[in-house]
């Protein structure tokens, strides 16, 4: 019994691995993008004409990402804001870290 528990937690932490991965791809993907829509101004396009096409959804599937429409026109308005990922994401997280400690500071008080 130790040893199937064993392996059903490798497995899992092998496709959390997976999905990591796959996603660092989308990512890169939406880079490419947005540096597209600076120098041609057709990034937009380019992601959804990715999204839209067999790799692209297999990628976003591995990813955990449902590939469907909505998703695709959440990636074309994101490409649009012309903000790159890393930005994106550590931004968010600073704002996430300072509402923490707003919220700590408020409950010390």
């Known amino acids: ?3 199937f528990v064993d392996g059903t937690a490798f497995n899992a932490e092998q496709g959390n691995r997976a999905r990591k991965l796959f996603a660092a ?3 890169a993907a939406l880079d490419d ?3 597209d829509d600076k120098k041609y101004g057709n990034g937009p396009e380019q992601i959804a004409r990715w999204a839209r096409s067999r790799d692209g959804r297999e990628v976003l599937t591995c990813a955990g990402i449902d590939p469907n429409e909505r998703v695709v026109s959440g990636l074309m308005e994101f490409v649009s804001k012309g903000v790159r990922t890393s930005v994106a994401l550590s931004r968010e997280e600073s704002e996430r870290r300072n509402a923490a400690l ?4 408020a409950q010390a008080a």
């Open 1 to 3: 019994m130790r040893d």
């Open 33 to 35: 993008a947005i540096a």
């Open 25 to 27: 791809v989308v990512l």
């Open 102 to 105: 707003l919220a700590e500071a």
